[in-house]
């Protein structure tokens, strides 16, 4: 499990991009554990994956 600030240095974000990531519901999914969010890294790179622009095969 990882921290905000770990996944934000891991992405290459901000901590503060990271936090409206979270209230948008549009970042990695997280854990709340003892009120602070923690992140799997099998989630984060899924979410990753899943951002990336999708092509057909060709034909």
């Known amino acids: 499990m990882l921290d905000s ?3 934000a240095s891991y992405l290459k974000v901000s901590e ?3 936090s409206r990531w979270r209230s948008a519901e549009t970042g990695p999914p997280f854990i709340k554990l003892g009120g602070i969010a923690r ?3 099998e989630a984060i790179n ?3 994956q899943n ?3 999708h092509h057909g095969s060709p034909s």
């Open 39 to 41: 992140y799997r890294l």
């Open 51 to 53: 951002l990336e622009p």
């Open 46 to 48: 899924e979410w990753l």
């Open 16 to 18: 503060s991009t990271l």
């Open 5 to 7: 600030r770990e996944v």
